[in-house]
C-alpha cells in the first residue's frame, strides 16, 4: 500500500523542507497553498516552482479571504 501525504506549501523554507522530506521517504505529496492576497506573489511562485521540482502527484492552490477573519498584517497596507 502507498502512502500519501498532502504538505501545505507556501513556497517558504520550512515547507519545501518538509515536502523534500516527505518525498524522500517515499510519500505519495499533494501539494496545498493559499492565494490570500498577499502583498507580493512570489510566495506562490516559489510554491510552483518547488513543487513541480519535486514531483508531487499534485499541487492547489485555494483561494481565501482572510477579511473574513478580520484581515492580516500579511495583507493589509502599512
Given at each position: 500500500m502507498s502512502k500519501s501525504a498532502v504538505?501545505?506549501?507556501?513556497?517558504?523554507?520550512?515547507s519545501a523542507t518538509v515536502?523534500?522530506?516527505?518525498?524522500?521517504?517515499?510519500?505519495?505529496?499533494?501539494?496545498?497553498s493559499?492565494?490570500?492576497?498577499q502583498r507580493?506573489?512570489?510566495?506562490l511562485?516559489?510554491?510552483e516552482k518547488v513543487a513541480k521540482t519535486l514531483?508531487?502527484?499534485?499541487?492547489?492552490?485555494?483561494?481565501?479571504d482572510l477579511s473574513t477573519w478580520g484581515g492580516s498584517a500579511l495583507t493589509d497596507a502599512i
Open positions: 504538505i501545505l506549501l507556501s513556497g517558504g523554507l520550512d515536502l523534500a522530506m516527505a518525498n524522500a521517504q517515499g510519500y505519495n505529496c499533494h501539494a496545498l493559499f492565494a490570500y492576497g507580493h506573489n512570489s510566495e511562485k516559489c510554491a514531483g508531487v502527484v499534485s499541487h492547489v492552490v485555494t483561494d481565501i
